[in-house]
């Protein structure tokens, strides 16, 4: 059984707040992921991390930053939030090496007023 | 580059028939292959994986899949449906030299009809 934690489940918030989407894993994986995912649509990748003190962006350019200073947590941060935001955001984790399942999160569903 | 086509974002069966989810692939080199389920309001859980062992791949609640390369697919089906099964369900690839990256298809919404 994954055990990978995202809070708050549920964020209502207006525009120009900061926000930050916590992620939590405590399966010591060094991989972490972020996941945006709107009704329709594929998944897309807008950060991963390799380990500690590593951040890259993904595929789908994001307004949003993300830190890794311990191994188990992975937040996201924005620093002013806008309706465009608006969609559910699923983090991830895996172990190193081709092939590796990831596990998700049970998502974090954002709306921006 | 690497993509997943799934064809039909919705599918409706009866509850007792086969279900059949489509997926296609790209990929230039030898993929890794998954799927996954969602149920409403949760993550993403692994049904199953292929990872270039025997290419018929069994994998949680009755479900199985095979690679086909010839065919460039990885077809997910089950007997039999069950009510359980709704869900929605994505097909992923990655490969070795994308250091495990998952490119997801856009999800085929599976309806069982009682």
């Known amino acids: 059984e994954a055990d990978i934690y995202q809070t708050p489940r549920y964020l209502v918030i207006g525009t120009g707040k900061k926000i930050t989407l916590e992620c939590s894993q405590t399966?010591?994986?060094?991989?972490m992921y972020w996941y945006q995912q709107d009704p329709g649509m594929e998944l897309h990748l807008i950060h991963y991390s390799y380990g500690v003190n590593s951040t890259e962006k993904g595929d789908l350019s994001s307004e949003s930053t993300v830190s890794r200073i311990r191994t188990e947590h992975f937040p996201l941060t924005l620093e002013s939030a806008r309706p465009s935001h608006t969609s559910q955001y699923l983090c991830?984790?895996?172990?190193?090496?081709?092939?590796?399942?990831?596990?998700f999160g049970p998502g974090t569903r954002l709306l921006v007023l | 580059a690497q993509s997943v086509t799934q064809l039909g974002s919705h599918v409706s069966v009866s509850e007792g028939a086969l279900v059949l989810l489509r997926c296609n692939y790209s990929?230039?080199?030898?993929?890794?292959l998954f799927w996954y389920v969602q149920y409403p309001n949760q993550g993403l859980q692994l049904l199953l994986k292929?990872?270039?062992?025997?290419?018929l791949v069994k994998g949680i609640n009755g479900f199985e899949a095979e690679f086909k390369k010839s065919e460039t697919s990885f077809h997910l089906t089950k007997p039999s449906a069950h009510m359980s099964d709704a869900a929605e369900y994505f097909c992923a690839v990655s490969h070795a030299n994308t250091g495990n990256q998952f490119y997801f298809g856009t999800g085929t919404s599976l309806t069982v009809i009682p």
């Open positions: 990929s230039s080199v030898p993929p890794y």
């Open positions: 292929y990872t270039s062992a025997a290419t």
């Open positions: 991830a984790s895996s172990e190193e090496g081709p092939g590796e399942t990831q596990y």
């Open positions: 399966m010591g994986h060094d991989k």
